[in-house]
């Protein structure tokens, strides 16, 4: 596991608000967080980072034990996917001490919807895949499918009580339609 660091929190959280344009929506996989993204991105003429690409990507080998000891861990453990699946849900509640109120979204989906993200895509079947051969994690699908549905839980649970905005989706919502609506509750219209 890793540290939560308080003062790295607080100096985040700092750096973050004197930023007032930033505005982050989050969500558990299969949300449609990277979709509605770009979509408010092309309607409101703002730039969008997605940090998905950034984090598996370009960052990946750029993480400081210190600055980022939760991504420094996991992107130095002998098995990066063992060491997240062995990871406690509530390992990922910071993000309301850290953002400021008003400038994020929580995106959700009803749980029986949740319940086939991993099932109804060809590249998150593939992923599951990966999972499956996963060793040293006695079944790991499973274990990889409950911590899925706990993140899920636990990021709507930490949005309510932070006061966070919370849209649940459904499976056949208009991503425009949903960038709207998350464009009005993070302030950009």
């Not at 699908?141 to 990021?155: E, G, N, P, S, T």
Request: net charge neutral.
């Amino acid at each position: 596991m890793f540290p939560v660091d308080d003062v790295l929190i607080e100096s985040t959280r700092r750096a973050l608000a004197r930023q007032p344009g930033l505005r982050f929506s989050v969500g558990a996989s299969g949300t449609g967080k990277t979709t509605i993204a770009a979509a408010i991105g092309d309607r409101y003429g703002v730039g969008v980072l997605d940090t998905d690409a950034r984090i598996y990507g370009s960052w990946h080998g750029r993480y400081d034990p210190v600055r980022h000891p939760a991504s420094h861990a996991w992107a130095t453990a002998p098995d990066p996917l063992g060491w997240q699946l062995a990871l406690d849900p509530d390992a990922f509640s910071t993000l309301a001490r850290v953002v400021p109120a008003g400038a994020v979204c929580c995106l959700a989906l009803p749980a029986e919807v949740q319940a086939s993200v991993w099932t109804s895509h060809a590249d998150r079947r593939e992923f599951v895949g990966i999972v499956a051969r996963v060793t040293g994690v006695p079944d790991a699908v499973a274990r990889f499918l409950a911590l899925d549905r706990q993140l899920a839980l636990a990021m709507a649970r930490d949005a309510v009580a932070a006061g966070t905005p919370l849209l649940v989706r459904g499976p056949h919502d208009d991503p425009a339609e949903s960038a709207a609506r998350i464009a009005r509750l993070i302030g950009l219209t």
